[in-house]
């Protein structure tokens, strides 16, 4: 452990994302494995590093992709406790904390299994921030409703379509303009699908 950690520890910030995505991996599976009560310093060591505001974009990326696997790995209930801390500091008066944990939105589809059973309560937040003052979390807010729409827009349509469609009249014109380019993208996941299922015609 004392030669696994660290090794672990200085991948998560790597510069590649394939290591940072490892290295997640890795802490999520090692999380599980030695239970809550054991993973607890490695969780605060990682939420440090979320509330730090002069770090590089990978280091970013990379605490929030290992915060999102350990809050993943110990089933719902656990996860639960942990994203209504999310979700209150995705809308910190702090931009830098901000960015941080609207980064962990951006890994949570991938990491937790459940994570469809949430996308009526966690969409409005993601879209909430294409009207953030600060570009950069605007850019991560952007990032998190288009992976949504990637990776549910058939599945799950509903929660997506209404609060996108709702932002797309709000009176702030960057929301509107973003709004209506993820709506252009969820019409396109479900036209995909549509044209699949046209018979095809043989002259």
């Given amino acids: 452990m004392g030669i696994l950690v660290p090794a672990i520890k200085n991948s998560l910030f790597d510069s590649i994302p394939e290591i940072r995505a490892s290295a997640s991996k890795a802490l ?4 599980f494995g030695l239970g809550i009560d054991h993973s607890q310093e490695m969780l605060g060591w990682i939420r440090e590093h979320m509330m730090e505001q002069n770090t590089s974009s990978a280091e970013k990326s990379g605490a929030a992709q290992g915060f999102a696997e350990m809050i993943s790995c110990h089933g719902k209930e656990y996860f639960e406790l942990h994203i209504k801390e999310v979700i209150k500091l995705a809308q910190d008066e702090r931009s830098y904390i901000r960015e941080s944990y609207r980064g962990v939105l951006v890994f949570l589809p991938s990491s937790f299994e459940h994570y469809i059973d949430y996308l009526s309560m966690l969409v409005p937040i993601m879209i909430e921030g294409l009207a953030d003052e600060v570009d950069e979390v605007r850019k991560v807010s ?5 992976i949504c729409i990637k990776q549910f827009g058939k599945t799950s349509p509903n929660n997506l379509v209404v609060p996108v469609m709702r932002m797309m009249f709000s009176t702030d014109f960057k929301v509107r303009e973003s709004s209506s380019i993820l709506m252009f993208q969820l019409v396109k996941e479900l036209e995909n699908d549509v044209i699949k299922a046209e018979p095809t015609y043989i002259d």
């Fill in 142 to 146: 952007m990032r998190n409703v288009k």
């Fill in 28 to 31: 999520g599976r090692l999380s």
